[in-house]
Nanobody, 123 residues
Framework: QVQLVESGGGLVQPGGSLRLSCVASGIIVSSYTMGWYRQGPGNPRELVADITSAGNTNYLGSVKGRFTISRDNAKNTVYLQMNELKPEDTAVYYC?????????????????WGQGTQVTVSS
C-alpha cells in the first residue's frame, strides 16, 4: 500500500520560509517522478514543482528561484523548500507520485496523492 505523508505546513509571514516534507512508503521515490501540487482558495490545483527519477527538476514560473524541490533517497523523502513566500502562495500543498513524468505533469491525475498540508502566508 502506497502512502505519501506531508508535513511542514503552517502560518508564515510574507518573506518567510517553510520546508515541506513528503515521506513515502510503498514506493521508492528515486524510481518515481515526484511532485508538489497546490490548490489555493477558489483556484484549480496546479503543479508547483517536480523531480524526475533522474533528478531533473521543473518549476512553475511564479515560484522559480524561490522554491526548491529535492529528495533524500536514504529517507525516501521529498522536500519542497519555499523561500520569499508571498500571500499568493497560500494553498493546500499536496505531494504526488507517478512512474510516468508525463502523467504526473500533464494530466493532473498522478497515481498517488498525499493528504495535503496547509500553507498560509499572511501578516
Amino acid at each position: 500500500q502506497v502512502q505519501l505523508v506531508e508535513s511542514g505546513g503552517g502560518l508564515v509571514q510574507p518573506g518567510g520560509s517553510l520546508r515541506l516534507s513528503c515521506v513515502a512508503s510503498g514506493i521508492i521515490v528515486s524510481s518515481y517522478t515526484m511532485g508538489w501540487y497546490r490548490q489555493g482558495p477558489g483556484n484549480p490545483r496546479e503543479l508547483v514543482a517536480d523531480i524526475t527519477s533522474a533528478g531533473n527538476t521543473n518549476y512553475l514560473g511564479s515560484v522559480k528561484g524561490r522554491f526548491t524541490i529535492s529528495r533524500d533517497n536514504a529517507k525516501n523523502t521529498v522536500y519542497l523548500q519555499m523561500n520569499e513566500l508571498k500571500p499568493e502562495d497560500t494553498a493546500v500543498y499536496y505531494c504526488a507520485a507517478d512512474r510516468s513524468w508525463v502523467r504526473l505533469t500533464t494530466t493532473g491525475a498522478p497515481g498517488y496523492w498525499g493528504q495535503g498540508t496547509q500553507v498560509t502566508v499572511s501578516s
